[in-house]
């Protein structure tokens, strides 16, 4: 990691643990289409993906339903969801040490981009970022890679070498990959290491000590 610059964090799984909101939100939407959620712990596999994909793939709507599906789970997330949320421990010390060290610190996430700034926000932690960016509502981002795509353009990241994406879910593996910059998995957040290793995550930890040994120590 010696080349690398610039820190590019996904949020959920990775800063914060948001499955209180998510999973409210997620069937909150689906009971608006007759489909009852009994466990929300049964939801939680869905934080990370891109919602569209995960209507559309675990619940077989077609794209216009699944578009339907998350503008009904936003009417929620916007006003309640997003601060039914969790700041995972030592984020806050880290990214201070990250930006004594040195480091651009960047956010790339699936969750749209209001939404993202604003539970940076809400958990003060707005001053250690040098550029914010998510999803778009009118879905012309929908990937990962197009969110890191939009990252490194807004930020003006012009090597993707001296950058790296750390993030617990195969959609942060694979995106970073897509422009050929390093990743680090999180073991702490949603993904596996199976999932994980498939994805060809480059390193692989456990926790926030695990991340701090690598940039920090």
């Not at 480091?103 to 749209?112: C, R, V």
């Not at 993202?116 to 550029?131: P, Q, V």
């Amino acid at each position: 990691m010696n080349d690398v610059k610039n820190i590019l964090f996904d949020l959920d799984g990775t800063l914060t643990d948001p499955a209180e909101g998510i999973t409210k939100c997620i069937a909150y939407a689906l009971d608006s289409f007759g489909i009852e959620t009994l466990d929300l712990h049964s939801l939680r596999a869905h934080i990370g993906p891109p919602l569209k994909d995960t209507f559309m793939e675990v619940y077989s709507f077609d794209e216009e339903t699944a578009l339907q599906a998350v503008a009904k789970y936003r009417e929620r997330f916007s006003t309640v969801g997003l601060y039914e949320n969790l700041l995972f421990d030592g984020v806050p010390s880290f990214l201070e040490e990250l930006k004594s060290k040195g480091y651009g610190i960047f956010l790339a996430t699936s969750k749209p981009e209001i939404f993202a700034k604003e539970i940076i926000r809400y958990f003060e932690l707005t001053s250690f970022f040098d550029f914010i960016g998510g999803s778009a509502l009118d879905d012309s981002r929908p990937t990962k890679a197009d969110v890191i795509r939009h990252v490194m353009e807004g930020a003006s990241l012009a090597k993707a070498d001296h950058c790296v994406m750390i993030g617990d879910r195969k959609h942060d593996i694979l995106g970073a990959k897509t422009w050929g910059m390093s990743s680090i998995g999180v073991l702490y957040g949603y993904g596996d290491l199976e999932e994980l290793r498939i994805a060809g995550a480059d390193y692989i930890v456990e926790d926030i000590p695990g991340l701090r040994n690598i940039f920090v120590c």
